[in-house]
Nanobody, 118 residues
Framework: QVQVVESGGDSVQPGGSLRLSCAVS????????MYWYRQPPGNQRDFVAN????????YADAVKGRFTISRDNAKNNTMYLQMNALKAEDTAVYYC???????????WGQGTQVTVSS
């Protein structure tokens, strides 16, 4: 059974930094792409960033230059989101999403809360 587990959410002040982690296990397939989404209170879930198995990365305009997505080379099933210069509008539940090559399903974690407030 595939498991997707996020961690690292916390409460920080504006301008602060956090690093989120996403650990994936339980699939026999190779990871094709990993994504971060976020859902602010009362709003829809939005794309934040993603990284393909090739290493290519993409970012939402709102986070470009502040957030960095990466994967652990030693632990290929672990992804990170380094978030710097955090703003109040970054407050949201952050979700990890994973697609595997050859698996038609897409897998989500349970989310981790990030709160940016003074």
């Amino acid at each position: 059974q595939v498991q997707v587990v996020e961690s690292g959410g916390d409460s920080v002040q504006p301008g602060g930094s956090l690093r989120l982690s996403c650990a994936v296990s339980g699939s026999i397939f190779r990871i094709g792409a990993m994504y971060w989404y976020r859902q602010p209170p009362g709003n829809q879930r939005d794309f934040v960033a993603n990284i393909f198995h090739t290493g290519s990365t993409y970012y939402a305009d709102a986070v470009k230059g502040r957030f960095t997505i990466s994967r652990d080379n030693a632990k290929n099933n672990t992804m990170y989101l380094q978030m710097n210069a955090l703003k109040a509008e970054d407050t949201a539940v952050y979700y990890c999403n994973v697609d595997f090559v050859g698996d038609p399903l897409s897998y989500w974690g349970q989310g981790t809360q990030v709160t940016v407030s003074s």
